[in-house]
């Protein structure tokens, strides 16, 4: 398809979701090609023209919250170091006792395995995992007391804020169980091949290790500045093998991140990065993604219910944009 006619059907389908929350196949389909086709620049500009005529958020002189207490300079330094590299490693871990708390939660909340066939939720056990990956539902997460307080945090909020323009907007939350079963099949399905993701256009995500992870257990992998500069050989949507990229990367440009429970990254997942695969053990990992809009996947809003706190409400109400359309009121 070529370059003009799939702006033409990225910019129909955007008048849709601008009218109807909803965005269609055929224009979220597009939004990848074009990303694919210029490198991230339809992207870069598109997300810059849904920020333009927005205020910015105030946060003050100082900023406290998971990532410690951030001045604006230092929340600059954080962006730019992703903007440069595609992600960074927080030097503060999340505090003890909300990993604690988080880990209990995984314990003894239902998840579902990512395997054919029997996805029956069921509590996680260590002992005979079967599926690669148990994954949370966003309801059973944003019902969780700790969680409520990780999606409102002002620090997280002030670093996406100045990474992808004004008033980004919380649009997914995730946590899952990665295990070494069935570790030699099933890697493109549990996000163990590299690839880019694409689900909106343009995106940060933060992921918070809640299990110490070493280079068994599936740490973090990404290929630095892979972000801003695709190669053509590798300039494509879907898995692509770890030898294709080695042969248009430099081997210093690969990151394997490691770190104890409670390391916290901030990561541009549009580079190319996986889950490496594990050898053994098992890793706990929790997700919260901001963006410049919902335009792109659609993923059904989580139901306010009687579990969600009127505290974590009220606090969604200082920042309205960035929480409004993941949550629906009854």
């Not at 949370?136 to 100045?162: G, R």
């Not at 394997?256 to 053990?281: C, M, N, R, W, Y």
């Not at 579990?307 to 920042?319: G, Q, S, W």
Request: glycine content about 6%.
């Amino acid at each position: 398809m070529s370059l003009i006619k799939d702006i033409r059907i990225f910019l129909k389908g955007y008048s849709v979701y601008k009218k109807e929350k909803q965005t269609p196949e055929a224009a979220y389909l597009s939004m990848r090609r074009l990303f694919a086709k210029t490198n991230g620049r339809f992207n870069n500009i598109a997300a810059s023209l849904e920020t333009a005529f927005l205020p910015k958020y105030k946060f003050g002189a100082s900023i406290n919250g998971i990532l410690g207490t951030l001045s604006p300079d230092e929340v600059k330094q954080v962006s730019q170091s992703i903007r440069e590299n595609g992600f960074y490693v927080f030097p503060r871990p999340l505090e003890k006792e909300k990993v604690d708390e988080l880990i209990r939660f995984a314990r003894t909340t239902p998840a579902i395995p990512r395997i054919a066939g029997d996805r029956t939720p069921a509590v996680y056990s260590s002992e005979q995992p079967v599926s690669p990956v148990y994954d949370f539902t966003a309801q059973s997460l944003f019902e969780a007391p700790v969680i409520q307080s990780l999606l409102t945090d002002p620090t997280a909020l002030a670093v996406a804020q100045e990474y992808l323009g004004p008033r980004p907007m919380l649009d997914l939350v995730t946590m899952w169980w990665s295990t070494a079963a069935r570790r030699n099949t099933d890697l493109s399905g549990a996000a163990q091949l590299y690839h880019f993701d694409m689900d909106r256009i343009k995106f940060l995500k933060f992921f918070i290790y809640l299990s110490d992870v070493n280079t068994h257990n599936g740490p973090h992998c990404y290929v630095k500045r892979s972000h801003r500069i695709k190669p053509r050989p590798v300039r494509r949507d879907g898995r692509i093998p770890d030898e294709e990229l080695m042969a248009n990367y430099p081997a210093a440009d690969f990151a394997e991140i490691t770190g104890k429970a409670g390391t916290i990254l901030a990561v541009d997942t549009s580079g190319f990065h996986k889950g490496k695969p594990l050898e053994q053990g098992e890793r706990l990992l929790f997700q919260m993604e901001f963006a410049t809009s919902m335009f792109g996947q659609n993923y059904p809003p989580v139901q306010v219910t009687d579990k969600i706190a009127k505290e974590f409400l009220d606090n969604t109400k200082k920042y309205e944009r960035t929480y409004k359309e993941i949550l629906k009121e009854h």
